[in-house]
């Protein structure tokens, strides 16, 4: 009997076709149209290269093979089949794997951990622990639980099982108070309270974007900060790719109906930015995703992590403004022109050891973009994980990319 492919195979077991949907219950991948609109358009640039000579592209030097292409099509069936095959065998799996997403029956159910702070929407989190105190600070546009993710793949219960006391900013959902923040009004404002109410020395450690938020905070408060961690944070925003950001500095005014209209930047429209970092990024791993075991310890933590991609955060305007225009346009922080309530931040005034993780197969922030901070912070100790952005702190490598090295830190101050 022939062997079918396991997609098909599922689902000769369960009676449903490989793309059967499941109850609505996800929203990813988000924004679903623009990933279909762009598997489609990769499957088309390819279409000419197919029993033509040379290699396929989008130049105006291609068109000639598309009329070759059309031509061949039009005279002889079995090429026709194979345009057609090759066109949508891609978007099939791709259909596949979402709808198997779609359909997996995981669902996070970790318990909430105490709160023992909170100001507007913002909530601090404690995971108890005994060992030094450790304050997360996580970027604006995702959600805090990237560093609670699950059972097996949570840094903060990891840390208070293993001598650390770890605490959780969760900025939460922007109200109408936070729709007005400015950086200022999240670093000198809502940050700077989390850290009076606690009272002993902290070490404060931000992830992404948190990671420039926990940069300017500790300048600003050097007695109460034993200990920076930067993970996966960009200070030079013009590193790896100086073309892409300005880009996405230009996109500023086309956003600037949404950011008047609801006061925020979109989830879907942030979604979006992030997609064009890496476009068809999504569609390969969501092909691979329709050949996994369902019940396999790889596919449940895959779901765990789109349920968290796909649970963003709309970024509040002024912040978005900012952002864009002065961190990606004007690369303001290497410049040393980003200021926070009006001091300018910088990482040369930090007088505590730092600790700098720079993953080398980072798409989001590059190597390139984190590693300047290593040698601007005097004591630094820089290293470089063999991960991703997120699978550095929730991947199924996660323990030894980041978790172990990062009590190691802790334990060597």
């Given at each position: 009997m022939p062997r079918l492919p396991m997609p098909l195979r599922r689902?000769?077991?369960t009676g449903t076709r490989p793309d059967q949907p499941g109850p609505m219950t996800r929203r990813g991948p988000r924004p679903l149209l623009l990933h279909l609109t762009l598997a489609a358009s990769r499957a088309l640039i390819s279409l000419p290269s197919l029993g033509c000579t040379g290699a396929s592209s989008t130049s105006r030097q291609?068109?000639?093979?598309?009329i070759e292409a059309a031509s061949r099509a039009a005279t002889d069936p079995a090429f026709a089949h194979a345009l057609v095959s090759a066109a949508s065998g891609p978007d099939q799996a791709l259909i596949a794997g979402i709808a198997a997403y779609r359909r997996h029956s995981y669902q996070r159910d970790l318990a909430e951990p105490p709160v023992i702070w909170a100001e507007g929407e913002t909530?601090?989190?404690d995971y108890g622990g005994n060992g030094p105190i450790v304050l997360f600070v996580p970027s604006l546009v995702n959600r805090a639980y990237i560093l609670d993710l699950a059972e097996q793949a949570s840094f903060m219960r990891y840390l208070a099982a293993h001598g650390a006391h770890p605490l959780l900013l969760d900025w939460g959902w922007p109200g109408p108070i936070e729709r007005q923040f400015t950086l200022t009004d999240y670093i000198a404002g809502r940050l700077d309270r989390a850290l009076m109410a606690i009272e002993a020395p902290i070490i404060l450690a931000g992830f992404c974007m948190g990671g420039l938020l926990a940069l300017a905070s500790a300048q600003r408060n050097p007695a109460r900060i034993s200990g920076l961690a930067?993970?996966?944070?960009?200070?030079?925003?013009?590193?790896?790719?100086?073309?892409?950001a300005s880009r996405l500095a230009a996109s500023l005014p086309l956003m600037e109906p949404m950011l008047q209209a609801s006061e925020t930047l979109p989830i879907d429209a942030l979604q979006t930015l992030f997609a064009m970092l890496d476009p068809f990024g999504v569609s390969e791993k969501y092909r691979s995703f329709a050949d996994l075991d369902p019940a396999s310890a790889r596919a449940q933590r895959f779901v765990a992590l789109e349920d968290w991609l796909n649970d963003g955060v709309p970024l509040a305007a002024p912040v978005a403004r900012e952002t864009l225009s002065q961190w990606y346009?004007?690369?303001?922080?290497?410049?040393?022109?980003?200021r926070v309530a009006g001091l300018?931040?910088?990482p040369g005034q930090i007088p505590c050891p730092a600790l700098i993780?720079?993953?080398?197969?980072?798409r989001l922030v590059p190597p390139a973009a984190a590693k300047p901070l290593a040698s601007l912070i005097d004591r630094a100790t820089l290293i470089e994980p063999q991960a991703g952005h997120i699978g550095m702190v929730a991947g199924?490598?996660?323990?030894?990319?980041l978790w172990q090295p990062f009590l190691n830190w802790l334990a060597a101050l």
């Open positions: 689902a000769a077991v291609d068109w000639p093979r598309w909530r601090l989190l930067l993970l996966a944070t960009p200070w030079d925003f013009h590193a790896d790719n100086p073309e892409g346009g004007a690369n303001a922080p290497m410049r040393g022109q980003w300018p931040v910088d993780v720079a993953p080398s197969r980072d199924m490598h996660a323990q030894t990319a």
